[in-house]
């Protein structure tokens, strides 16, 4: 029988100062959802089934521009960018923009891209249009869910 890996530890750091939001709901609701994402990927071989921790940077629009552009070689900020070795960047800025549009607070939001994250380092893709569609059903589910756990 395999070893079962470790436990998982979760970083949620706020790097912007420009949006208001709930970080200690932010990093209640990740936490909830990381071994719902974390079962996943023993599922689908995703690299967050043997990492050993997970950061989650709360950035602002001039930084997640940065990132964007260096990393992907895309102008502009983006919602949420997230590495193989286990970091998330979310763009707070964004989220503040789009939070009202899908009826989600900043905080619901901004945990919403943080569990986008989770889900890519659990091995969904959103590149094709169906698996995007399904990785967005899962992770609307996923906040759903946790979003009832989490006071």
């Known amino acids: 029988m395999p070893d079962r890996p470790g436990p998982i530890g979760l970083v949620v750091v706020s790097r912007q100062r420009t949006v208001a939001y709930d970080h200690a709901r932010l990093e209640k609701l990740l936490h909830a959802a990381l071994p719902i994402c974390r079962m996943v990927a023993e599922q689908r071989g ?9 950061e989650c940077s709360v950035l602002g629009l001039r930084e997640m521009a940065r990132i964007h552009r260096r990393f ?15 970091e998330i960047a979310v763009c707070a800025a964004v989220a503040a923009s789009r939070a009202a549009e899908f009826q989600h607070t900043v905080t619901e939001e901004i945990a919403l891209y943080g569990i986008h ?19 967005h059903a899962e992770q609307i589910r996923i906040l759903e869910d946790v979003s009832q756990i989490v006071s």
């Not at 992907?72 to 286990?86: A, E, K, N, S, W």
């Not at 994250?117 to 990785?135: F, K, N, R, V, Y």
């Open 117 to 135: 994250g989770l889900l890519h380092l659990a091995g969904h893709d959103d590149i094709e249009p169906d698996d995007a569609e399904h990785m």
């Open 72 to 86: 992907l070689g895309i102008r502009g900020p983006t919602d949420v960018i997230t590495f193989p070795y286990g």
């Open 46 to 54: 995703g690299p967050l089934a043997d990492l050993p921790l997970v």
